[in-house]
């Protein structure tokens, strides 16, 4: 061994996750996977992300799940916190997906563990079926899953080299109806801040700090992570999570900066969430902002084109667009304000690429929809589109939502990083 501490260190880490009935393989090339520097023991999940905003629609992650483990490519939203696949248990109403459904063990979650009772609100009963949790969740899209909470393990690397086995509570989903926003996945990777979140599930086991984040390429693909050992936190611009608004990641209020301009939109609570592949704006500040941008194309040599038809709101010029570059002098970069203090304000950037794309048929379309429309109520959500290259932290233990600029194509790798 290199040193007590680390040796200390190490056995927290290792008899924190369960690894019950694993070889003894395994565990051994835990053993000789120790780093040589030792910086941290208990740090970071790195895991890449494929896909992309447009024209796939969706990012995802893979993640091993089972003993023996198996992959599963899953929806990393930080709307929800509930992880779950589609489950063969058997399946009443799936959808299709990527790989084969996941088979239950029968390691049913209790109806009395706080976790359920964390996924129900108020009304939580155990007298029918005690031995199991049912849950249902429900996204804003319409979409549902229904099903039963199952433990199972989670091969997972940490960024130290060494491989662990956390044992997590994730939903076996028997009953699936797909909303508009559907994607063909296997399941939901559940980033939220709740108790049922994997993130809390990893913290609570010793693993990480409960800490999350993401960096999604514009150019496709990226990576999520857990813990907070990958970033350079003097680098990162961040702001209060919201103290009244706590069922998701919400810095609160904010107000819309157009062109390096304050618009008047203001009062729009916001709320940062992977899930969901465009921004979404209440329908007042939507108009707001639709007036802006077509103030600002009136008299240029662009006509607004029907396109695509998920994306409303599209412009063709006299050629097509080919790059952002193509369309720069006709919009101007927005920016979110939100309050981070006493009079201190701190600016979600948002550039050209984060609120407009380039259509297949050569138009520029916006991309921020109406979120009346589609029963956001007064909720505006920023989501991939807006959060593309840069590293978006959510830090449960400090309350923080945080940002930066990044290339997000690769992966940090473990020997480079920053503590
Ligand atoms: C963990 O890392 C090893 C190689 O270091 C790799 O083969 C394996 O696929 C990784 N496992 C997961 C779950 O990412
Ligand atoms: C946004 O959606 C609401 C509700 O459907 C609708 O009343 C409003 O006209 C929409 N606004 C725009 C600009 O489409």
């Given at each position: 061994?290199?040193?007590?501490?680390?040796?200390?260190?190490?056995?927290?880490?290792?008899?924190?996750?369960?690894?019950?009935?694993?070889?003894?393989?395994?565990?051994?090339?835990?053993?000789?996977?120790?780093?040589?520097?030792?910086?941290?023991?208990?740090?970071?999940?790195v895991?890449?992300?494929?896909?992309?905003?447009?024209?796939?629609?969706?990012?995802?992650?893979?993640i091993?799940?089972?003993?023996?483990?198996?992959?599963?490519?899953?929806?990393?939203?930080?709307?929800?916190?509930?992880?779950?696949?589609?489950?063969?248990?058997?399946?009443?109403?799936?959808?299709?997906?990527?790989?084969?459904?996941?088979?239950?063990?029968?390691?049913?979650?209790?109806?009395?563990?706080?976790?359920?009772?964390?996924?129900?609100?108020?009304?939580?009963?155990?007298?029918?079926?005690?031995?199991?949790?049912?849950?249902?969740?429900?996204?804003?899209?319409?979409?549902?899953?229904?099903?039963?909470?199952?433990?199972?393990?989670?091969?997972?690397?940490?960024?130290?080299?060494?491989?662990?086995v956390?044992?997590?509570?994730?939903?076996?989903?028997?009953?699936?109806?797909p909303?508009?926003?559907?994607?063909?996945?296997?399941?939901?990777l559940?980033?939220?801040?709740?108790?049922?979140?994997?993130?809390?599930?990893?913290?609570?086991?010793?693993?990480?700090?409960?800490?999350?984040?993401?960096?999604?390429?514009?150019?496709?693909?990226?990576?999520?992570?857990?813990?907070?050992?990958?970033?350079?936190?003097?680098?990162?611009?961040?702001?209060?999570?919201?103290r009244?608004?706590?069922k998701?990641?919400?810095?609160?209020?904010?107000?819309?900066?157009?062109?390096?301009?304050?618009?008047?939109?203001?009062?729009?609570?916001?709320?940062?969430?992977?899930?969901?592949?465009?921004?979404?704006?209440?329908?007042?500040?939507?108009?707001?902002?639709?007036?802006?941008?077509?103030?600002?194309?009136?008299?240029?040599?662009?006509?607004?084109?029907?396109?695509?038809?998920?994306?409303?709101?599209?412009?063709?010029g006299?050629r097509?667009?080919?790059?952002?570059r193509?369309?720069?002098?006709?919009?101007?970069?927005?920016?979110?304000?939100?309050?981070?203090?006493?009079?201190?304000?701190?600016?979600?950037?948002?550039?050209?690429?984060?609120?407009?794309?380039?259509?297949?048929?050569?138009?520029?379309?916006?991309?921020?929809?109406?979120?009346?429309?589609?029963?956001?109520?007064?909720?505006?959500?920023?989501?991939?589109?807006?959060?593309?290259?840069?590293?978006?932290?959510?830090?449960?233990?400090?309350q923080?939502?945080?940002?930066?600029?990044?290339?997000?194509?690769?992966?940090?790798?473990?020997?480079?990083?920053?503590?």
């Amino acid at each position: 061994m290199k040193s007590g501490v680390i040796l200390v260190f190490c056995l927290l880490c290792l008899s924190l996750s369960v690894s019950p009935s694993w070889g003894s393989d395994d565990r051994r090339q835990k053993w000789w996977k120790w780093p040589s520097t030792g910086k941290s023991i208990c740090s970071s999940v790195v895991l890449p992300l494929y896909g992309n905003v447009y024209p796939q629609g969706f990012y995802y992650a893979q993640i091993h799940i089972g003993h023996p483990p198996r992959p599963y490519f899953l929806d990393p939203d930080t709307g929800s916190d509930l992880t779950w696949l589609q489950c063969d248990a058997p399946c009443v109403r799936c959808t299709q997906a990527p790989h084969p459904y996941y088979k239950p063990n029968n390691d049913l979650v209790p109806c009395k563990d706080p976790l359920c009772a964390s996924l129900h609100s108020g009304d939580h009963r155990c007298d029918d079926e005690p031995d199991q949790c049912d849950y249902e969740v429900e996204y804003a899209d319409g979409g549902s899953s229904l099903g039963v909470l199952i433990n199972d393990v989670s091969l997972l690397n940490l960024t130290t080299g060494v491989r662990v086995v956390a044992r997590l509570a994730i939903g076996c989903g028997y009953d699936q109806i797909p909303g508009p926003s559907y994607q063909p996945l296997d399941g939901v990777l559940g980033l939220g801040k709740g108790k049922t979140g994997i993130v809390s599930q990893l913290h609570s086991q010793g693993l990480i700090r409960n800490v999350v984040g993401h960096c999604f390429s514009s150019r496709g693909g990226g990576f999520l992570f857990f813990g907070d050992d990958i970033y350079d936190p003097s680098r990162i611009i961040s702001t209060p999570m919201s103290r009244d608004y706590t069922k998701h990641y919400s810095p609160g209020y904010g107000e819309i900066i157009y062109g390096g301009k304050a618009t008047g939109l203001k009062n729009l609570l916001v709320i940062f969430d992977s899930g969901s592949s465009y921004t979404y704006l209440s329908s007042k500040a939507y108009e707001g902002l639709l007036n802006k941008v077509t103030e600002e194309l009136r008299g240029k040599p662009i006509q607004e084109a029907l396109d695509d038809e998920t994306l409303p709101f599209c412009w063709k010029g006299r050629r097509p667009f080919r790059s952002m570059r193509d369309v720069k002098m006709y919009f101007k970069p927005l920016a979110l304000s939100f309050s981070s203090g006493w009079r201190s304000k701190t600016q979600f950037e948002i550039p050209l690429e984060g609120y407009l794309l380039i259509s297949a048929k050569g138009s520029v379309c916006l991309g921020v929809l109406n979120g009346t429309e589609v029963g956001l109520q007064n909720f505006n959500v920023i989501g991939d589109i807006s959060m593309q290259d840069k590293m978006v932290i959510y830090d449960n233990e400090k309350q923080t939502i945080g940002w930066t600029p990044a290339n997000c194509d690769r992966p940090p790798r473990s020997d480079t990083m920053t503590i």
